[in-house]
Nanobody, 123 residues
Framework: QVQLVESGGGLVQPGGSLRLSCAAS????????IGWFRKAAGKEREGVSH???????YYVDSVKGRFIIFRDNTKNTVYLQMNSLKSEDTAVYYCAAVEDLGGDLLKYDYSYWGQGTQVTVSS
């Protein structure tokens, strides 16, 4: 059974850090790109970051310099390190996987999705 499971969300104060994990089961992430998306209340879902099968990262402008995406294929897991968190980062965060065949990952439709993990940044 193909599955992505996010973990690591929670409540953190502004300026704090969290590390999200996206663990895959039922398939190997070796050939997949992984994206992190978020959905805040009253807003559309947005892509936050992705990492290609070769490890090339992408970040949306609002998180550049604060978030770091990296993968550990030996653990079949991708991580999103979130630093200097702001209230506007509050959202449900989802990871998703798509087979990486090259080209522009921003144009891909992701195949597998996790159930999401809540991140709340508040004092």
């Amino acid at each position: 059974q193909v599955q992505l499971v996010e973990s690591g969300g929670g409540l953190v104060q502004p300026g704090g850090s969290l590390r999200l994990s996206c663990a895959a089961s039922g398939f190997s992430l070796d050939y997949y790109a992984i994206g992190w998306f978020r959905k805040a209340a009253g807003k559309e879902r947005e892509g936050v970051s992705h990492i290609s099968r070769s490890g090339s990262p992408y970040y949306v402008d609002s998180v550049k310099g604060r978030f770091i995406i990296f993968r550990d294929n030996t653990k079949n897991t991708v991580y999103l390190q979130m630093n200097s968190l702001k209230s506007e980062d509050t959202a449900v965060y989802y990871c998703a996987a798509v087979e990486d065949l090259g080209g522009d990952l921003l144009k891909y439709d992701y195949s597998y999705w996790g159930q999401g993990t809540q991140v709340t940044v508040s004092s």
